[in-house]
């Protein structure tokens, strides 16, 4: 599933950054639905996913005059699956598990370093391309 995350996350484009940063809470240790209620409720992501991958993660982008940050960094996207039909749209694939976490604009080694910094050991953190890096947790139930 990692893998299908990595090629969708590949084929993204930048987002625009305007306006007031907003810091959200992507540390692991929450539902999926708690991450990303906030996000929805505060309309700091777009309601509809960007893009579903064929593991029916959802990609979703930051309003355009809403620049998002996680851990100090610039977030691109904010990514999601799960088997909840209110927040997500399924592909047909049944979700494994539930995942959440951000896409940022930094290099996987300054994104582990500052993680790392700030004890956050239980994410998992893959390159996307040379200056951007998801950072993915497993949702709580």
Do not use: W
């Amino acid at each position: 599933m990692l893998k299908h995350i990595a090629v969708a996350l590949a084929m993204s484009g930048p987002v625009a950054a305007f306006g007031a940063t907003h810091e959200i809470n992507a540390a692991c240790g929450q539902t999926v639905r708690d991450f990303f209620a906030p996000l929805i409720q505060q309309n700091l992501i777009n309601r509809k996913p960007a893009r579903v991958s064929s593991a029916s993660l959802n990609v979703f982008t930051p309003h355009f005059l809403k620049p998002l940050t996680a851990f100090g960094l610039p977030v691109i996207e904010v990514v999601g699956v799960s088997d909840d039909p209110l927040l997500f749209v399924s592909n047909g694939t049944p979700s494994k598990q539930d995942v959440y976490g951000v896409v940022v604009r930094d290099g996987i080694g300054n994104v582990q370093a500052d993680l790392n910094s700030i004890g956050m050991t239980a994410t998992r953190i893959m390159r996307v391309e040379e200056k951007r890096t998801l950072i993915l947790c497993k949702g709580e139930m």
